[in-house]
């Protein structure tokens, strides 16, 4: 039996709506594999932001809003964290390393953030990569800054640049800390992460640039020089958030209740993975709906197919005859019609595929530099193969109705077909 | 028990058949020798389609048998009697015949794809393509005019050789033909008979046919007239 042959055959016949058929199914598919790919990506990308650190220690809000404005840069803080608890904290006996991260001042859209020169050491990101520098290298001076590539890119930036902070995130020109500008002494090479569109500069120069601030206001009268600022003490009364390293990873929770019964402020420690798939629970929802929704989209694409394989049923009632005469049984018929849906279906899931490769491969660059998303172009995924699977399995199911249909008329029809 | 005769291909006895309440058809005795041509004739509504299905094994009588060699095909299960159509017996219908996302030769060929013994009687896959094209140049269409066109480019007379050459490819015991000359003008009518009687005498094939056109009755050996209800045997 070459029934493959006779089914190619016979679709290759109804070329236009086979290919209309294939395409809306490729079409269902890729947004299907898309959406999956997004959400593992975006769920990966997210994760990998935060390696290698135990905990994340800010001030009392919620783990989830601490977590997305010290790491990701995502709102804003409610509160700081007084520098003498970050320094008691940091000596506690279980605590390895600490780095102090400082918020609240931009460039040009860009966060700008403070924080010590340990940060590049102990910053981890994806599977333990350091951070490394494309060009210069950590700031030495007060007044210099590390940019990371996004923002290196997308101002046209080089070392030696010379670059004004705000205060805040507005853009308003009295709000400038015009009277100490920094020079760019490294760019970062790309990361994936927020830090590509940072501007980092140390703690003691936000202290420098707010010297003569007070409540988001410059203080009239009391202008304070940058070289003047070179000379105070420099040591910042508070900070956003600090990253915490700990000797041993058993010793997390106990750390953590050390610094949620901080007696002498509010405090709190989270662990990105726990906050991390907190936030998860708050996303899931929202990921269903849109997974729902390709999955209706399939069984649109699906249902495309159907009408059009039921629709030339009628037409094809004399073909079902003529191999009824030269020996073929009904149920070769009924095999006939499936195995033309799951055709369909497979060169759509193939196309669809395709697609989804090339829509990464043309969006990749872009979503990296843009979102800090790094989509991955490996090979399917276990869930996306069975997802692949789910929606053949579905398409031969459907073409079981046309192919039902087709039986039993070639049952009745016999040989005689009266159109 | 009537003991079958040896020089008989095709035996039925007693046949009943019907849709619904009463018979289509009843027949009481209805034989094809091995090599015979027999005309059937008779009105609309007196069997004739009926008859058909039961001798391809389309349908299965509510009484009596069929029987075609050593096989009583009325007694098969459904899959049985279709691989029993596809070894034994060629088909050719009226008009459209042909399957028309293949190409000349795959219509003819596709005897053989749904029957393996018929594809060796052919002498092997590569023996039947060559029977094919001999059969199809036997037939009137010669090879210029088998790779250039389609079929559905074909006029009505050529796609029905081409069915002609698909019911022979592989020497069948048994060529059934319904009104398969009805679509022709007289000119083609004739010729096409000619032919066809040629290779199935050829291909040692019985052949019953089926038509309301009396005027062909004299190419045949035997004429069965089917009439309404009843089934009456004439020899012409």
Redesign the interface.
Known sequence: ??APR?AL??L??RRFAAVLTVITIALSVWLLLGVERLRQDARSSFASTVSGTDLIVGARSGPVNLLLYSVFHLGDATNNVSWQSYKEIASLPEVRWTVPISLGDSHRGFRVMGTTAEFFQRYRYGSDHELAFAQGRVFGDLYDAVIGAQVARQLGYHVGQSLVIAHGFGGMRQMLHADKPFRVAGILEPTGTPVDASVIVSLQAIEAIHVDWQSGMRLPGQAVSADQARGMDLTPTSITAFLVGLNSRLSSFAVQRAVNEYSQEPLQAILPGVALSQLWSLVGAAENALRAISAMVVLVGLCGMLTALLTTLNERR??M????????????VFFLLVLEAGVLAMAGIVLGVALMYATLLVLHGFLAAQLGLNLGLGLPASNEWLLMAAVMVAALLAGCLPAWIAYRRSLAD???VHL | MIPWGDAMLLNCLDLCFGWGKGDVIALSRFEVARGERVFVCGPSGSGK?TL??LL?G??VPREGHVRIEDTVLSSLP??AR??F???HIG?V?QQ???????GILDNVL??C???PRREQRAGGRVAARLEAIRLLAALGLDETSLHERRVTELSVGQQQRVAAA?ALIGSPELIIA?EPTSALDTDARDAFLRLLLAECERASSSLVLVSHDIALARHFDRVVRLGVQTAQREIA
């Open positions: 039996m070459r006779l055959n016979s290759r016949q004399r073909e005859a003529i191999l009824r005469a030269v020996g073929a049984s009904a149920r070769t016999g040989l005689q | 389609s058909l299905s391809t389309i349908a459904a899959a279709d691989q159509r596809a070894d088909y219908f459209f015949n042909l399957l028309p996302y293949l596709l005897s794809m749904f029957s698909r319904d």
